[in-house]
C-alpha cells in the first residue's frame, strides 16, 4: 500500500517535500536543455535582481520571502559565477547593494524563452488537474500566516487532553493537594502570606463552613488542579474566584481553562451576579484567562495580600 495512503495527511510535509525534489530535480535538468549554468534555488534572487537594477540583502530576502543567511549564501555562490556584482549604494555609501553583472544580464536575456516554455508546461499540467495546486498553495500560505501548524496542533492537543479532565466537588482527601499545589506557585513567585495559610490550611473551617466552594481538577484521576469560590458579604460581590492553582504537569492541557469555567458555572448555580478576584500582573498567563472568561479591572478595594496588583470582576448576565 501506498505510503501516503496510509499515514494520511499528518506526512504532508513529507510528502511536499517529495514533490519540491522532484521538482527541484527536474528544474536542474531543464537548465542544462537550455544551456544555462545555474542551480535552481539561485532563480527567485536571479528573478528578483532582473526585475530591478539593484536590492540589497535584506531587500531581497524581503522580497522572496527567504532569510537573510540563506540569500547571503546564494549571493556568495553567484558572485563567483560571475552572475551578480557587489557595489556601494549611491545614497547611502555604509550600505551595499547587489546587481546583476554583464554576465549575469546576459544570461536573463537568454533565460526568458525557457520562461516561456515552463509556464506553458505548467499551464498544461494544470488544465489537467481538478484541483489548482497554485491556488491552493497560496490559500495554504495565508491560512498558516493567520495560525501556524505548530499553533493549530497545540489547540488539537487541547482539545483531545481536555476529555481526560474531570471536575469534580473537593472532599477531605484533597486538602493536601489543595494546599501544596497554591504553596508551590505562590512561593515560586511571592512569599505566602497569613491570609495564604488560613485558607490552606483549614479549608474546611476558611471557605466551605462559610458558604464557599472548593473544586478539584482531575486529569487521567490525578488532582492536578484546584481552584475556590469564597463567600463575601460585603454587599456588592457574591463570590471571590481563589487560590486557584494548576500543577506545571497539566501544563498545556486547558486544565486551568476547565477549572475556572467549571467554578463560574457553580457560581451561577447559587444565583451569583457578581464574581471577584485578585491578581497580580506577572502572571501573565492567569490574566490572560481572566480576561477570555469575562473579567474587567476595577480598583479600589481594600486588599489583605501585599502581593495584589490587579482587582478584576466578572459580571454575570
Not at 524563452?113 to 489548482?132: F, G
Not at 484521576?221 to 471571590?240: H, Q, R, S, T, W
Amino acid at each position: 500500500m501506498n505510503f501516503f495512503e496510509e499515514t494520511g495527511k499528518v506526512a504532508i510535509g513529507s510528502r511536499l517535500r517529495m514533490l519540491t525534489d522532484k521538482v527541484t530535480e527536474d528544474a536542474a535538468q531543464i537548465y542544462k536543455l537550455y544551456n544555462i549554468d545555474m542551480q535552481p534555488k539561485w532563480f527567485p534572487v536571479f528573478y528578483a535582481l532582473a526585475q530591478d537594477k539593484e536590492k540589497t540583502i535584506t531587500e531581497l530576502a524581503k522580497a522572496i520571502g527567504h532569510s537573510h543567511p540563506s540569500v547571503s549564501k546564494i549571493i556568495s555562490e553567484m558572485l563567483k559565477k560571475g552572475y551578480v556584482k557587489e557595489s556601494k549604494d549611491k545614497t547611502d555609501g555604509r550600505r551595499n547593494v547587489v546587481s546583476l553583472s554583464k554576465k549575469g544580464v546576459e544570461i536573463s536575456e537568454e533565460i526568458k524563452d525557457q520562461l516561456i516554455d515552463v509556464n506553458a508546461a505548467i499551464e498544461d499540467i494544470s488544465a489537467q488537474t481538478q484541483n489548482k495546486l497554485w491556488e491552493a498553495i497560496g490559500e495554504w500560505e495565508f491560512l498558516l500566516e493567520q495560525k501556524a501548524l505548530l499553533r493549530r496542533v497545540v489547540e488539537k492537543k487541547k482539545e483531545r487532553d481536555s476529555l481526560k479532565v474531570e471536575i469534580v466537588d473537593y472532599q477531605p482527601k484533597y486538602q493536601e493537594i489543595f494546599r501544596s499545589l497554591n504553596v508551590e506557585w505562590i512561593s515560586h513567585y511571592f512569599t505566602m502570606e497569613e491570609s495564604d495559610y488560613k485558607a490552606l490550611d483549614n479549608p474546611q473551617g476558611y471557605i466551605l463552613d462559610k458558604g464557599g466552594f472548593i473544586l478539584v481538577a482531575l486529569y487521567e484521576g490525578e488532582p492536578l488542579g484546584v481552584c475556590a469560590l469564597i463567600k463575601m458579604n460585603d454587599g456588592e460581590y457574591d463570590f471571590e474566584l481563589a487560590k486557584m492553582a494548576v500543577s506545571p504537569k497539566a501544563q498545556g492541557k486547558n486544565v486551568g481553562f476547565l477549572l475556572a469555567n467549571a467554578i463560574i458555572d457553580k457560581a451561577k448555580s447559587f444565583g451569583a451576579s457578581k464574581i471577584y478576584l485578585e491578581s497580580n500582573t506577572i502572571l501573565k498567563p492567569a490574566i490572560n484567562l481572566y480576561h477570555k472568561l469575562g473579567f474587567q479591572k476595577v480598583a479600589g478595594k481594600p486588599t489583605p495580600y501585599t502581593r495584589c496588583n490587579i482587582q478584576m470582576e466578572l459580571v454575570i448576565r
